[in-house]
């Protein structure tokens, strides 16, 4: 069975310092993958998608930046981050047949001070 | 515009109550998908509804989709303290893309 991981599950960091948000899939292999933020008591944004390595679409404009070094991993990065920027972020993964649904890692709750 | 709107966005309930929760969509998708979050955690896949006239039930919770109304409907019956949590539905408009609803918060009283 497939299963999603992602870390860390919660992050504290000062305006202006770096981001590294790590999400591998295990047990299938050239998943789409997503990374979505969640504002408090808001519903989905969706950041960035990956249909194959090296593939990103950037959905907004915005100082956060996503990679795909390997098949099943997927990373969200940031050079600088700002206090707009704190949020719920989850990471998916799924099919290109859309008669199954998208399935969600633990997601990371980001604070910027 | 390409939206998804959930109507309530907020319910309150008594357990043994029955209601349902709207969701109307713009995508032309023939396909929904409906997903539970329990709070600070992250999104559950309920149902995918696949056509029109689909029907969907796990235990007190029923899914139903109109695409040629582009509504689709998450009824709850007999509703239990269990079942506190917030719905999304979401609508594909691409073969990678979803459009989400913005979610109904969902409390039921003991």
């Known amino acids: 069975s497939q299963t999603i991981h992602q870390w860390p599950a919660t992050l504290v960091q000062p305006v202006g310092s770096p981001l590294s948000l790590e999400c591998t899939v295990e047990?299938?292999?050239?998943?789409?993958l997503y990374w979505y933020r969640q504002a408090a008591g808001r519903g989905l944004q969706l950041l960035f998608y990956s249909v194959g390595i090296g593939q990103i679409s950037s959905e907004v404009p915005q100082n956060l930046s996503a990679s795909r070094p390997q098949d099943r991993q997927f990373i969200l990065s940031s050079k600088k981050l700002l206090l707009s920027d704190s949020g719920f972020y989850l990471c998916a993964w799924g099919w290109e047949d859309s008669n199954q649904p998208q399935h969600f890692g633990d997601g990371t709750r980001l604070s910027i001070l | 515009e390409l939206k998804v709107e959930q109507n309530p966005l907020f319910l309150s309930m008594q357990e043994g109550k029955n209601y349902t929760i709207y969701c109307n969509y713009s995508t032309t998708s023939d396909r929904l998908y409906w997903y539970r979050q329990d709070p600070g955690k992250s999104l559950e896949s309920l149902f995918v509804l696949l056509s029109n006239g689909a029907v969907k039930q796990e235990g007190r919770l029923m899914a139903s989709l109109d695409t040629k109304a582009r509504l689709s409907t998450l009824h709850i019956t007999a509703a239990v303290h269990d079942l506190s949590a917030t719905y999304f539905c979401a609508a594909p408009y691409s073969n990678y893309q979803l459009i989400w609803g913005a979610g109904t918060k969902l409390i039921i009283k003991p």
């Open positions: 047990g299938t292999s050239n998943p789409n």
